[in-house]
């Protein structure tokens, strides 16, 4: 019976990446004077189960690489070789090639041919660059000491190459390097049970491989076979009990059917604010057991909520694992000794926020290895270690999640941004506070670099960051000590579906306004307003400073609305370390709203971030706090 494969391809694409990731993450946390044996072991087995799923597809080009591959590998763990930072550097070359081609298969992207020459025959010499023994005695002790290897004492040893391996032990790979097969046709026959995909359809042939095996080995003792089978038995036994409960504790469900969950779920939200609203009326007022049912509704649909949400939630270290690896690379191209340090990994918020934050945190990374963390002979001569230390850290503080990057450099140099400033011109006074000064370098194309590197330097960056945290509804802060280092503070929402607002109206129109945005309202009554530009302008004087008042009738050409501040109320945002005052009618009150995109749904229209649907069934637009404060300072 012939069986179509590629409907399997997908879950193959996921569980090879998630070995890829973890190979790398254990590779770069190896001590390479001293290498744990069980690291060295998971390392060769998500190589060896990539490698088996990529027979089992027939994706060629992966099982040739994983195979080269898994030969040094096995090598390491059996201690028949010594690991170096040559073959960790191989082995993450080796791990960048085989994503690359699983992209190529997944539809994405394309592999440079001579790139996966190169990583082959790097390995392939790495492979045959130190001899198991150094005599023929201390090859004899080998096979004594372990049976399995040797089976026969003159025959030379395999060559490193994509048809033969060294001989391994049973537990990983029974019939493994037996045969002079095709990598893709033994990594069929060797790999169980069709990759754990299929219960009977391809254990038929596999079935044969323990047989050759036992034949094989008709040379070893009976008693330390019977050991190794023991010891194999039971790793084997706690692996399957391993799996079997991670099955049975998770399952994988398409991102799309989450999402059209979650559309539902708020569509449910909108039809209890509706029902309780409609309560709220005269002939419904005292009906007690009505109200306790609507309230326990309430309870209810609150609870699961918050449940389906969950489901959308995902530990930072999703974005924290990618940074490791990067930071050993750059570190080692700016000639700078880095350690990593990670903080509150398990730290959870919305898959979209995972997306989305990947590029900004990359931008705040590297900054700090070029910019914060000296070189090592600057650090000795400040008093420091040589080595610098980078620190992400991530926790939950209030309805937000707080993500900061910190280092122990050099720190900000106030007077140098202060005089660059200067010397382009933008409106900067000595009696600054330092916040205001560190938010200088946010501004666009603002560097206080010397020399523009690959790295940085361009004046590209800081801005950059600012920008795209915004648009995700947070806002970035940072905090310095010349000498002692900088620290980076960015803050979001923990999800992008839900919002915290204030709902405000002007003339008949309500709008919501992002809670995370507002500073305080004030009454318009015993605010301090000023005119400015012949009483065409308001002005708000509040703690020393002037800030534009911003009228909501005017931005929407809103009729009916309130048309003197004083009569009004006045809410001061911030957004981008910049504040104003919005003018509005009335506050009504604050809200938790499911957003719905107006852009997709409609148009994107200025001043506007989505919209939501009130419980009386009638639109609100949620305003786009950042557009508004930017465009008054533009103007």
């Not at 539902?264 to 002939?283: D, H, K, P």
């Not at 709008?511 to 009554?525: D, R, V």
Request: aromatic residues 4%; charged residues 25%; proline residues 4%.
């Amino acid at each position: 019976m012939s069986i179509d494969l590629s409907q399997f391809h997908q879950i193959f694409f996921e569980e090879a990446a998630e070995h890829l990731r973890e190979m790398e993450a254990l590779l770069l946390g190896l001590d390479v004077a001293a290498p744990a044996m069980d690291d060295l072991n998971a390392i060769f087995r998500a190589a060896h189960s990539v490698k088996g799923g990529a027979g089992t597809f027939g994706f060629g080009d992966m099982t040739e690489v994983t195979h080269i591959l898994e030969t040094l590998l096995d090598k390491l763990r059996k201690q028949e070789m010594t690991l170096t930072d040559e073959m960790v550097n191989t082995f993450l070359e080796a791990g960048d090639v085989i994503s690359m081609q699983l992209a190529v298969h997944r539809g994405e992207g394309e592999v440079d041919a001579e790139v996966v020459r190169e990583v082959c025959e790097k390995l392939e010499r790495l492979t045959s660059a130190q001899q198991v023994a150094e005599d023929h005695a201390q090859a004899q002790a080998v096979v004594t000491e372990d049976p399995g290897y040797g089976f026969f004492d003159d025959v030379p040893a395999p060559s490193p190459s994509l048809q033969s391996a060294p001989a391994g032990s049973e537990e990983a790979d029974p019939g493994y390097g037996f045969f002079t097969e095709t990598p893709v046709e033994q990594a069929q026959r060797e790999q169980e049970q069709g990759y754990g995909f299929f219960d009977g359809a391809l254990a038929q042939p596999l079935a044969q491989a323990p047989e050759r095996t036992a034949s094989s080995l008709q040379a070893i003792p009976a008693a330390d076979t019977g050991r190794r089978a023991s010891d194999s038995g039971g790793r084997r036994a706690s692996d399957k009990a391993s799996t079997s409960q991670a099955e049975a504790s998770s399952i994988r469900v398409g991102v799309e059917k989450v999402d059209q969950l979650i559309n539902l779920m708020g569509e449910l939200v909108i039809t209890q604010a509706m029902l309780a609203q409609a309560a709220q009326g005269a002939e419904c007022a005292g009906n007690e057991s009505l109200q306790r049912s609507l309230y326990q509704l309430e309870r209810n649909t609150r609870d699961m909520q918050e449940a389906v949400m969950s489901i959308r939630m995902m530990p930072i270290s999703f974005v924290f694992s990618r940074f490791p690896r990067m930071v050993r690379d750059l570190a080692g191209k700016l000639g700078k000794q880095v350690e990593m340090k990670t903080i509150g990994e398990t730290t959870e918020l919305d898959k979209s926020l995972i997306e989305k934050i990947s590029d900004p945190m990359t931008h705040l990374v590297r900054n700090s290895l070029d910019h914060g963390i000296e070189s090592p002979e600057k650090r000795i001569e400040a008093g420091k270690s040589p080595c610098g230390t980078l620190t992400l850290k991530a926790y939950h503080q209030g309805g937000n999640v707080v993500i900061e990057v910190s280092d122990d450099g050099g720190g900000l140099n106030r007077g140098k941004i202060l005089q660059k400033a200067k010397e382009r011109g933008m409106p900067v006074r000595d009696d600054m506070s330092d916040q205001e000064v560190w938010a200088l370098i946010m501004e666009p194309g603002f560097s206080t670099a010397e020399v523009v590197t690959d790295v940085s330097g361009r004046g590209v960056g800081m801005d950059v960051v600012r920008r795209n945290i915004t648009e995700l509804g947070g806002r970035v802060e940072l905090d310095s000590v010349e000498g002692c280092g900088t620290r980076v503070i960015v803050r979001l929402p923990l999800t992008l579906a839900i919002l915290d607002g204030l709902s405000v109206t002007s003339g008949h129109q309500t709008y919501i306004i992002p809670l995370n945005a507002i500073i305080e309202s004030l009454p318009g009554a015993a605010a301090d307003i000023k005119t400015a530009s012949g009483g065409e302008e308001h002005l708000l004087h509040v703690r020393g400073q002037y800030l534009t008042i911003i009228a909501l009738h005017k931005m929407f050409g809103i009729e009916g609305a309130i048309q003197q501040p004083e009569r009004g109320i006045l809410v001061l945002l911030e957004a981008d370390s910049k504040k104003i005052a919005l003018f509005v009618d009335e506050l009504m009150g604050q809200h938790q709203v499911v957003l719905k995109s107006l852009e997709s749904n409609y148009r994107k229209v200025p001043y506007i971030s989505g919209a939501t649907i009130m419980g009386d069934g009638k639109v609100a637009l949620i305003l786009d706090a950042a557009a508004l404060v930017r465009a008054s300072h533009e103007a």
